[in-house]
């Protein structure tokens, strides 16, 4: 669903609300991040105030998630900056927020380990940041979105951007992995279904847009799978129609052409920046394709069969 940036949760794709529910405001943020979204009881209408057919629903829910956009395009980044300034919402506090918010939905036991995932996951940036020399500040949570890390900076270059985001689904994994031998030594399968969300939530971010890390790991490797990613989101819109995921696809399209545009544009500066060894760009190609295969392989072996007689 982040993280330095603005992440993508970096990465998480929540569960479709219930019947009835409707958006009721949201707030984005970059790297695996992007908005919460409470939702309301709605009674269905049949019709307008004057007895006319209300327009298709797609058409309201394609109107209210476009303006819905506009907004969050206009305020977020004030809002996300003014955040670490509230004392109030601190690691732990929006830690606690999120167990409590994911606990309507999975209960409390899975929303902890969850969280907890979330955290090891952030906590590669902020590690990784911290060794490049640049200043990060702790993990902010933000439920149904995952979290963000603040930073002045990515890094001094590209290679320094790739493996602060590759950071992230390194440790991250890790810590799902390690959700394993808990399961083997207590028969517990809520561990093993922990392992399989951290997998996908690693593997997820690695997409390669930005602002997910994978997009970050691309600065490095060839900024025209800039491109491809953002193919990916837009195709994952249509196939999963969730305003996460179209939020996701606005931030990752402004991101690209920004990003395209100073790349395209050149100079000594932005030159110097993505001007990456050979050897380099292959380093970080194989840790971030490793890296994906290893994931989906953890998500096979962690994967849970289940039918409706389990619900």
Partial sequence: ??????????????PSPPPGARPLTGTGVANNAASTTPYLDSAPSSGTAFGEPQRPWWRRLGGALFALGLLILKFGKVALLAIPKLKILTTSGTMLVSVAAYSLIWGWKFALGFVVLLFVHEMGHVIQLRREGVEASAPVFIPFMGAV?????LGG???AEARVGLAGPILGSLGAAACIPIAEASGNEMFRALAFTGFFLNLFNLLPVVPLDGGRAM???SPWMWFVGFFGIVLLVFLVPNPIIILIALFAGLETYRRWKTYRAGGDEQRAYY????RDRILVAVV?????ALLVW?????HLERDFGDA
């Fill in 149 to 153: 890390v603040w930073a002045k900076s």
């Fill in 288 to 292: 971030y394709l490793g890296l994906i």
């Fill in 298 to 302: 953890g998500m096979d072996a962690t």
């Fill in 1 to 14: 669903m982040d993280h330095p940036s603005s992440t993508p949760p970096p990465g998480w794709l929540p």
């Fill in 219 to 221: 600065a490095a490797m």
């Fill in 275 to 278: 001007d990456v060894r050979p």
């Fill in 157 to 159: 270059n590209a290679l």
